[in-house]
Nanobody
Framework: QVQLAESGGGLVQPGGSLRLSCVAS????????MGWFRQAPGKEREFVAG????????VYRDSVKGRFTISRDNAKNTVYLQMNSLKPEDTALYLC????????????????????WGQGTQVTVSS
């Protein structure tokens, strides 16, 4: 059983920054791709960023490219999301997730390809 715990969310003004963390319990964290998703009220869950098991391939949704950076520290079982130049439209519940398939060479984009999820951390961008 894997448990994921996000932290680092909060209220920030437009143009500000936040760093989200997601700590995973259990073994073999380093074997799996990880992803960050977000969900705003009344909207579908959407892919934000993901990276494969060794960090060798990283993908972002277009609207966050150049502003967000995903990274992982396999020694700490942790994946991060550095968010800069935040905009009001980034407001959402941010969730981290673990890919269901080990050693996948590509980043998965759809929620159905992730089998473990955290509870999420709220990010609110407002003046």
């Amino acid at each position: 059983q894997v448990q994921l715990a996000e932290s680092g969310g909060g209220l920030v003004q437009p143009g500000g920054s936040l760093r989200l963390s997601c700590v995973a319990s259990g073994n073999r964290f380093s074997d799996y791709a990880m992803g960050w998703f977000r969900q705003a009220p009344g909207k579908e869950r959407e892919f934000v960023a993901g990276l494969i098991w060794n960090g060798g391939k990283i993908v972002y949704r277009d609207s966050v490219k150049g502003r967000f950076t995903i990274s992982r520290d396999n020694a700490k079982n942790t994946v991060y999301l550095q968010m800069n130049s935040l905009k009001p439209e980034d407001t959402a519940l941010y969730l981290c997730a673990k890919d269901f398939r080990a050693w996948r060479a590509e980043v998965a984009f759809t929620p159905a390809e992730y089998n473990y999820w955290g509870q999420g951390t709220q990010v609110t961008v407002s003046s």
